[in-house]
């Protein structure tokens, strides 16, 4: 497995590097912006670990650069940031997972080994469509009545599982671990900040309704009342 660390701090960097080599990972370091572009778009890599505060631009906007420029490789943030805020930006970055510094080597490689495995499992239909709304895996367009559709990286990713399952009704831990990985505490609205932001984008403006919340459950997506 292919990893590129993006990290200039060399003490750390030198650390990770050694610690994912000793577990059979093959491991790039970029020290900077420009060197991670340079390499990321040059190179096939399977996995990108990207620190926030590195020189050139932040890893935030080197995350958007690489998703616009079509790069679907599994991203972490890394970064001293923990609010929620935070984590939200990285996400709608279209980051995969996020962990916070200092974190305990071990965790590391436990979230490296759950986001590739959701990576190379996730298996769905090409396209996707619920009365009127169509979503592309391939394209990542979205659409509602032929009315194109603008959807962050982790909505798009919410309302995939959704329409994937139509008539299944997923908890908020259960949307945490499919799409992120991993649980948020119970004092976390994140999950919900998300669907009423999709409801918003889909359903407000359209009829029927898709999104619909079983009250003590969950979120599911039919094309009833």
Known sequence: ?????????????????????????????????????????????????????????????LCKKIRNADIKTPIIMVTSLDAVEDKIEGFDCGADDYLVKPFNFKELLSRIKALHRRHTQTIMAPQQKIADLELDTVTKKVRRN?????????????????????????????IAEKIWGFSFNSGTNLIDVHINSLRNKIDKDFSPKLIHTQIGFGYVMKDEE
């Open 146 to 174: 032929n009315k194109e559709i603008i959807l962050t990286a982790k909505e798009f990713a919410i309302l995939e599982l959704l329409m994937s399952n139509k008539g299944k009704v997923f908890d908020r831990i259960e």
């Open 1 to 61: 497995m292919k990893i590129l660390l993006v990290e200039d701090d060399l003490k750390i960097s030198a650390f990770v590097k050694l610690g994912l080599e000793e577990n059979g990972y093959n491991v790039t370091v970029a020290y900077d912006s420009t060197m991670a572009e340079r390499i990321v778009f040059n190179k096939e890599f399977d996995l990108l670990i990207l620190d926030v505060v590195i020189p050139g631009i932040n890893g935030l906007e």
